[in-house]
């Protein structure tokens, strides 16, 4: 396991020095794509000892940072989950990538872009395998600055750089935010995480509740959770593809592994409000998160923003979790987390074949503006397929992997009516009905995502241009849609190992009771039964049974091709098909009190007459209303108190000396009158 | 019998039932309106001679076009493997249930909607977007009627609620209950395309929902469409009759006991029907922004339904 | 009659009667509106003649007769007499849109359900299962008064506030004192003669009985 351990650094090492080394061409991106696949794999196969196991894996190095403490390594269960889908979705993106980079052949940007992924994954990996605050906080940054870099790849682009302030400015506040947290953690006792367990019972319940506040604050904006979700959508559609399925396969998810280890390992649960807290937070991301996906017809922002629902979904399910630990009821919490984590695995999977599929279509097209897209089924089969694959996932449909969590996600919900405190089951009943609105209203989305994006008429001359996906970009995704697939079937073997991870966190002994194998998810209670093979057997048997009868007893006539029906018009323009905007409208009014949507029409009138309009321009645009109630005040006060300070820098070396012996003076002011012992 | 048997046989049995359910229900709003209207079995003349008649397929459809009407025919067959049509327990019972039902249903939708998007006609996109609003509308509402009667019965499995209500008949008159009963006939309304949200009869009224989505369809392409619609209509009714109000359903899969499971079960749909024909003839068609007053307040209902579920407990 | 029967029994009525409340906050039309208070009278006075009969309390049964008459059949009557008058108006754009108001309603029987809670806890009264109910049915009708700008609309969901007053009364303590009742009776014909007067002079006044004309008053 030692070996293992060493092989994943060493890989993403080697892929990092390789592309430094070795140019700007095809060797470079082949060179460091092959070590980051190394290197995932090698986590991959850790992650899975790990969990076959049961028994974690270990490694001090007190060597490195030694004045400070030393860093360590500790790869328990849980971690090992994050690890396996960092290493699963990391191993496609590198493939992808290699492809993909072509992009920017005989450009620095390549180097840099081969040198930064392998640093990012090497560090994201090392986040689950942290054993102690030092480690964490050290791997955390690295992550964050390496994925900033990456961000501000094609750094020309105003908006880009604005993503990559925006994104900076956010992951500092949550490093900060952290910071305390962990600093209040070892107020009880300096150590690693096995000793901050063991102190974190003697912490006064005040500390335990900053603890918590701020850990939620700092992971929630990494994570992605409302309000703190604002650099999601900015930071997504600017990095590159391969990086943007990374960092919302697997990145984010660091947030809600950092939650669960601050709140349920290290401190052992708390009071109720916390649970409820995180629910109500989760089941308002998911609603909004996906609100506002149905209004974007940019496709990367539109899959950012299905991210922070997803995200939104997760964090139910902890909170669900969390809530049920405090209330005595170990069942339904082991229950919920279940479906927590499984939602993370397969969210980190389908929400990477997807980014992976926007990013062909942008290779193809150079466009990520649905509205100009269109057609892309005939020139791109295999990216449609695949894309089609990701979006029945993401809709949750059966049989694949969306649809199990889901399910399991509904089911850990119903226990919650019968607790018994009521405020719980009226917060059951509201997160049930958030729930289901949501997952309709993302079918919605995703009918929309995929259909004017690739299929009818193309509406512009790039999108009918469009050329298939090099091998490495399709073989990437290939991998990402049978996982989507595997993950689905193969849920009667997932689901009671992540149960026998969870359970000793919620203080239940050993495997959760009740947790039945043979292709079917039995809940606890007995409460419901499904299985997802069977499902997709059926599917498949009644399809070929039904196009085999069809084939067999209807008409033998050929199909004739005609033109597509047109109530008499003449011919048939992409102008004519429907878009984005259009499709995602009855929704718009509908929601109009949340989306608050602004209209401007102007019309042009015939100089000669009122009666005669040459022209009429429409212009509507949706700003979600925290950037402009939370964001935009308090972005405008740091601007007015940096002006105030600017003051202080007037130019003047005689200002500067003064400022120095000031602060020398105050400084020995203050020792005199603290006293020196 | 052998329990195995019963699945394909209950499916066979659906596929049979359901267009003379249709041609039921419009033979009834015929007669209300005064008029002779067609017999009640002319869809399944429709149905013959749609498998018979050539297929016209738009020049920019690909093949999803074409494999759509096999995947929303297939999702709603393989649903009435699940439902409780005629005996309880279910030879499928670990296989899904209540909202593995829903989200079949759901599938069915999707792709019916990318289908209409397909052409690139204008009107199948209206169609599908509308489709799918309504379709998101009404998931809320039936998640929670789903959990009032999963609540009081212990489960959602199918055969499970089906068999706690035949074990105790007093709880169908509970106030969740009947509560849920109306919320789910509203979903039925809503997602099956009947007044007053979407108007079945027509086929050239622009303003349609689901007719819109499958304007480009003909031959046997349509006529699985069609089937699979009758198809989801029996299934919704099926859940309405046999989940609320469960006697007459086989216990033991003996001959005497399935042929009255199905004299009743026909009874039911006859008198689901009766009543949506009623309401059809009753009520206009809403516009489209006033189709989600109607869900929120099926969606109340579902909501006190729930309340009402555990106030009681 | 047992006692489970009657659980049953007031949550049904507690519910027909909110829910005729909650068809206040859907329907526009005035005669909707009327015939929405009337079937919620209705519903009051059959449940409190079942609770009637399951205490045996010939006064609830008289109770229950005065609330068939005089909020069943004579309120409804000069509501009928004022919406020809003036009931051509339909609430078309209250303060808070149809599908808004619903969920809204559904959020504060929600919340009626949190507030009740411990009353229904320490209560030992089989009818105390439709208490929460009841209480839901006083915020939404307080909802009513304030999101709707007719004034025939607010008129009606005072009464629904005085229903739903009764119905706690009724299934929390089977009921008051029947001199107390009578006089709750008057009050509520004073106030309902008085509520007249004022929608009389207001359409005098503006033509209109939207309450928001009001405002113009001020000039």
């Known amino acids: 396991m030692r070996a293992l351990f060493l092989l994943l650094i ?38 899975a000892g790990v969990c076959i196991r049961g028994a974690a894996f270990s490694l001090d190095a007190p060597g490195f940072f030694g004045p400070v403490g030393g860093m360590a390594f500790t790869l328990d269960p849980l971690g090992a989950v994050f690890l396996a889908l960092t290493s699963l979705v990391a191993a496609p993106s590198a493939l992808y990538g290699a492809g993909y980079a072509r992009l920017w052949e005989g450009r620095p940007a390549l180097r840099q872009v081969g040198f930064m992924l392998n640093v990012f994954l090497l560090t994201m990996s090392l986040v689950p395998l942290a054993g102690g605050t030092l480690t964490f906080l050290l791997v955390w940054e690295g992550m964050s600055l390496s994925s900033y870099f990456l961000v501000m790849t094609e750094s020309d682009e105003p908006e880009v750089v604005s993503a990559g302030q925006w994104y900076l400015a956010m992951t500092q506040i949550g490093l900060a935010c952290l910071l305390g947290s962990f600093l209040l953690l070892q107020s009880g006792g300096p150590g690693g995480f096995s000793a901050l367990r063991a102190a974190a019972l003697t912490l006064p319940p005040g500390t335990r509740d900053a603890v918590f506040a701020l850990a939620l604050i700092g992971f929630g904006s990494k994570a992605g959770l409302i309000p703190l979700h604002v650099w999601l959508p900015r930071a997504h559609p600017a990095a590159p593809s391969h990086v943007s399925a990374l960092m919302s396969g697997a990145m984010i998810k660091m947030g809600i592994y950092g939650l669960l280890r601050v709140s349920l390992d290290l401190l052992g649960g708390g009071p109720a409000w916390w649970g409820g807290l995180v629910l109500a937070l989760g089941a308002v991301s998911a609603l909004l998160g996906v609100l506002y996906a149905l209004m974007e017809h940019d496709l990367k922002s539109l899959l950012a923003y299905h991210s922070v629902e997803n995200i939104g979904l997760i964090t139910m399910g902890v909170g669900a979790g969390l809530l049920f630990g405090s209330l005595q009821m170990p069942a339904a919490a082991t229950l919920a987390l279940v479906a927590a984590l499984y939602h993370t695995i397969n969210h980190a999977v389908f929400k990477g074949l997807l980014f992976l599929g926007a990013g062909a279509v942008l290779h193809a ?44 996600l509904f089911q850990s919900l119903l226990p919650g009516i019968g607790a018994p405190s009521p405020l719980v089951a009226v917060l059951m009943v509201l997160s049930l009905g958030m729930l289901a609105l949501t997952a309709g209203l993302c079918a919605a989305c995703f009918v929309k995502a995929f259909g004017i994006t690739f299929l009818a008429i193309p509406r512009s001359p790039e999108a009918a241009a469009a050329h298939e996906a090099s091998w490495s970009m399709r073989a990437g995704m290939v991998v990402l849609a049978v996982a989507c697939l595997a993950l689905s079937i193969g849920a009667f073997e997932i689901v009671p190992r992540l149960s026998s991870f969870v359970a000793p966190l919620v203080g239940v002994a050993g495997p959760a009771p009740a947790f039945s194998v043979v292709l079917a998810l039995q ?99 949706i700003v979600p209303w925290f950037e402009r109630y939370l964001y935009a005040p308090v972005i405008s006060r740091i601007r007015s108190w940096s002006e105030r300070v600017l003051a202080l820098q007037s130019g003047s070396a005689h200002a500067y000396l003064t400022y120095l012996v000031l602060a020398l003076v105050l400084l020995l002011g203050w020792l005199v009158v603290t006293g020196q012992p | ?167 105790t008949p007093t709880e169908g008159l509970a106030p969740g209950h009947v509560l849920a009963f109306a919320a789910i006939f509203v979903v039925t309304l809503a997602e099956t395309g009947r007044l007053p949200v979407d108007n079945p009869a027509t086929h050239l009224e622009l303003t349609m929902i689901h007719e819109a989505m499958v304007l480009e369809y003909s031959g046997r392409y349509l006529a699985l469409i069609e089937w699979a619609a009758a198809l989801k209509l029996l299934v919704f009714f099926t859940l309405l009759g046999n989940l609320f109000a469960p006697w007459g359903i086989a216990a033991a899969l003996t001959p005497g006991a399935l042929l009255w499971a199905v004299l009743t079960l026909a009874l039911k749909l006859l008198a689901l029907g009766g009543v949506v024909a009623l309401v059809e003839t009753h009520i206009a068609k809403l516009r489209l922004f006033r189709v989600p007053e109607l869900l929120s307040a099926s969606f109340i209902l579902a909501l006190l339904a729930v309340t009402a579920s555990f106030l009681l407990r | 009659m047992s006692p489970e029967l009657v659980s049953q ?85 209250p303060y808070v849109n149809t599908a808004t108001s619903l969920l809204v309603g559904g959020l504060l029987v929600l919340l009626a359900y949190l507030v009740t809670a411990r009353l229904v806890s320490v209560s030992q009264l089989p009818t105390r299962t439709g208490m929460p109910l009841a209480m839901g049915l006083v915020f939404v ?29 009724v299934l929390g303590t089977h009921g008051i004192p029947i001199i107390v009742e009578i006089g709750v009776f008057l009050d509520v014909a004073l106030g309902f003669i008085v509520m007249q007067v004022f929608v009389y002079q207001i359409h005098e006044t503006f033509e209109s009985i939207d309450v928001e004309q009001l405002n113009r008053l001020r000039e």
Request: aromatic share 10%; with cysteine.
């Open chain 1, 10 to 47: 060493a890989g993403y090492a080697s892929g990092a020095a390789a592309a430094l080394a070795l140019g700007s061409g095809a060797l470079s991106r082949w060179a460091s794509a092959l070590g980051a696949i190394v290197g995932a794999s090698a986590g991959l196969a850790l992650a």
């Open chain 1, 365 to 408: 097209t150079g466009m990520r503006d649905m509205n100009r897209l269109g057609g892309l089924i005939r020139g791109m089969p295999w990216t449609a397929a695949l894309f089609l694959v990701g979006s029945a996932a993401i809709s949750g449909l059966p049989p694949l992997n969306g649809f199990v969590s889901e399910w399991l």
């Open chain 1, 523 to 621: 809940t606890p209670g007995g409460f419901a039964r499904m299985s997802p093979s069977l499902v997709a057997a059926g599917l498949a048997l009644v399809v070929l049974t039904a196009w085999l009868a069809v084939k067999a007893f209807a008409s033998r006539r050929p199909v004739r091709v005609g033109e597509t029906w047109g109530c008499g018009r003449v011919v048939q323009t992409p102008r004519m098909e429907y878009t984005a905007t259009a499709f995602a409208e009855p929704l718009r009014r509908i929601f109009a009190a949340v989306y608050r949507p602004s209209e401007d029409v102007s019309v042009d009138f015939h100089p000669d007459s009122r009666y005669f309009v040459q022209s009429i321009s429409y212009h509507s645009a």
């Open chain 2, 1 to 167: 019998m052998s329990p195995w048997l019963l699945g394909p046989v209950q499916a066979a049995l659906a596929l049979l039932l359901a267009p003379g359910l249709v041609g039921a229900i419009r033979w009834m709003k015929a007669r209300l309106q005064n008029r002779s209207g067609a017999p009640p079995w002319q869809p399944y003349l429709e149905l013959r001679k749609l498998f018979a008649k050539e297929v016209v397929v738009s020049n920019n459809a690909s093949w999803l076009f074409r494999a759509a009407p096999f995947i929303v025919f297939g999702s709603t067959v393989a649903v009435t493997l699940l439902v409780p049509l005629l005996a309880v327990p279910l030879p499928f019972e670990g296989a899904g249930d209540l909202l593995v039902v829903v989200y079949l249903l759901l599938l069915g939708t999707f792709f019916l909607a990318l289908a209409g998007l397909d052409p690139g006609s204008p009107f199948g996109g209206m169609g599908a977007s509308r489709e799918m609003t309504v379709a998101a509308l009404a998931e809320p509402t039936m998640a929670l009627a789903i959990f009032a009667l999963a609540w009081s019965a212990g489960s959602t499995n199918l055969g499970h609620i089906a068999a706690r209500m035949l074990a």
């Open chain 3, 9 to 93: 029994l007031s949550v049904g009525g507690s519910t027909l009667v909110l829910l005729a409340g909650l068809a206040m906050l859907w329907r526009r039309g005035v005669r909707a509106h009327i015939g929405a208070f009337t079937a919620q009278s209705v519903a009051l006075a059959a449940t409190t003649a079942m609770v009637g009969w399951f205490t045996g309390d010939w006064q609830l049964w008289a109770v229950a007769a005065l609330l068939l008459l005089i909020k069943g059949v004579g309120i409804p009557i000069l509501l009928e007499r004022m919406a020809r008058r003036f009931g051509t108006e339909r609430e078309l754009e």
């Open chain 3, 141 to 169: 009708s307080l909802f009513v008064i304030i999101s709707r700008k007719k004034a025939l609309t607010q008129v009606l969901g005072f009464l629904m506030l005085e229903n739903a007053v009764a119905l706690l009364a």
